[in-house]
């Protein structure tokens, strides 16, 4: 079995400031992703990379970037966090279309 | 556009009572589909998926799903629940061609005593 890694745990930022969330996996997937959790809204996707420097935006791009240098890890910033933002981000790795392994996650909070 | 839909967003059901979760989906071929749990304050885990064949499908923890493609739904169920299915429940789907999951908004559901 593996295991994915996401730091912070929780991530507290000012308004216009900008915040790096990491993920670590350790199942040799090759794709990883990067998913956005609000409240009543499902997740949806930010970025994913089907292998090291390899970059995929999703229907939730705009405002973040991603980057992926190791085939085991994805960070995901956020250019300017938005006054009052409420999320939490996921992080998830695969096998191709195989069953995606999701991290505990990261909270976050702008004030 | 492709989209995955969860009609119920909450559920209350009374521990040994069945559980039915429906879950639809808009696309024209079969894509890969899922059922993920999320319990509090924890990541999402796979109950069980579907990819082909026999459209009843085993998860884990009693769980099951069966797949229409007549009726492009794939309802989850459970016969008996217990208090730790307390959790909220998301149906996801891969389309053809595509890497990453589309999500439904989710149903949570509590389990009463």
């Known amino acids: 079995g593996g295991i994915i890694t996401q730091t912070p745990k929780f991530l507290i930022g000012q308004e216009g400031q900008k915040l790096t969330l990491k993920c670590q996996q350790n199942f040799n997937h090759d794709t990883m992703y990067w998913y956005r959790q609000d409240s009543g809204k499902g997740l949806r996707l930010i970025y994913y990379?089907?292998?090291?420097?390899?970059?995929q935006k999703g229907d939730l791009s705009e405002g973040y970037d991603a980057s992926r240098e190791k085939k085991s890890s994805f960070s995901l910033t956020v250019t300017s966090a938005q006054k009052n933002e409420m999320a939490v981000f996921l992080c998830?790795?695969?096998?191709?279309?195989?069953?995606?392994?999701f991290g505990p996650g990261t909270r976050l909070l702008v004030l | 556009a492709q989209s995955v839909t969860q009609p119920d967003a909450r559920v209350t059901v009374s521990e040994g009572a069945s559980l039915q979760l429906r879950c639809k989906y808009s696309y024209s071929a079969t894509p890969y589909l899922f059922w993920y749990v999320q319990y509090p304050r924890q990541g999402l885990q796979m109950l069980l998926k579907y990819y082909s064949g026999d459209p009843v499908v085993q998860g884990v923890n009693g769980f099951e799903a069966e797949f229409s493609k007549s009726d492009s739904s794939f309802h989850l169920r459970k016969a008996s629940v217990h208090w730790s299915d307390s959790a909220v429940y998301f149906c996801a789907v891969i389309y053809q061609g595509g890497r990453a999951l589309i999500f439904g908004t989710g149903t949570t559901v509590s389990v009463s005593p």
């Open positions: 998830a790795s695969s096998i191709h279309q195989d069953t995606q392994y």
């Open positions: 990379s089907i292998t090291e420097n390899d970059l």
